[in-house]
């Protein structure tokens, strides 16, 4: 019953059933025990029966509709490369325009900042010359350069 | 002056074609795989040609069912296309292709996991008759086959494509391994379990009768 149970275990881990008819051990146990050539011929028919599972051939047109969805994700990928590259050159256009205008808009029109600025010099200017001359206005600066 | 024509390296695929015709050429994968990642795209098809029937039959008895085999198929040649421009060549293209088929077929089966209530109603069998059996027996035969199928399906993945791979589809050990990238002595021990479980899913089986010790 050992043996039977042990034997079968290894009997079971052989990669091909093949191999076991040229093992002596293994037959001179089969001659004698019913029960483990019953159940040999089981797992061989096990085996062979795996085996005719295999090998079936792909369905007509498979191979075609292979190559057409290769070609057709081909397809895909390289409009998807281009859809990037067009999408970054717009992304750019859109950016450089945006630069522009807020570059050279700025220029036509100060902003209100500058004119204070600008209003703030001019007084500063008059009150210098005003000190100067003893009086203010930009004709007192006039009749200074006059001297010269 | 025409040989000088025929072998002209420009020529592409067109050339090849006539080459095989002309001077009854096969290109080897290698050389197939060259003109691919050349730029050769139409030399993908004799790859096809030459592999479907493997990784359709890998697949329709990993997955058990036509449509999947058919989508899990489709999904490795296109991998296998955007990737062969990685392909070194330092294993064979077969290989490489089988061990795609198995991971395109791994994640197939968790994709539709959801359906595998659906899948394991639906074992269907192609009836095979060699002409030399009896009816009787051929009919024995087809029914320990649907048997079979259904007792594979009830497989844990990994299990499942090692029996798959090397007591159906008929790779040896060291090719199984390879494919599902792992160690000889790992494919080894996942045929055994997977070989133990089926046994133990037949004995189960009502309609089978195990030999007990």
Known sequence: MKECRRLRGRWGRALRVEGLDADRHAQEHLAGCESCRQWWQQEREIRRAL???GGNRAPAGLEQAVISRVWSERLRTRLQVVRLRLAAVGTAAVAATLA???YFGGVGQPPADNLDINRMLQAHVEASAGGVTGDSGLGAVGEVEGLF | MEACRIIAPTDGFAGA??????ARWQPTD???????????????????????DRIYSLAYNYLGREDDARDATQETFVKAFRQIGNFGGRSDIYTWLYRIAVNCCIDHLRRAGARKEVADAEVTLEMHADGRSDPETELERNELRRRLLAGIRGLSPKLRMALVLHDVEGYTLEEAARSMRCTLGTAKSRLWRARDELRRTLQADPGYDEVAI
């Open chain 1, 51 to 53: 085996a005719s599972l």
């Open chain 2, 17 to 22: 074609v006539q080459r095989v015709q002309t």
């Open chain 2, 30 to 52: 290698r050389e197939v795989v060259a003109l691919v990642q050349a730029g050769d795209r139409e030399a993908f098809g004799l790859l096809v040609g030459r592999y479907q």
């Open chain 1, 100 to 102: 522009a205008v807020l």
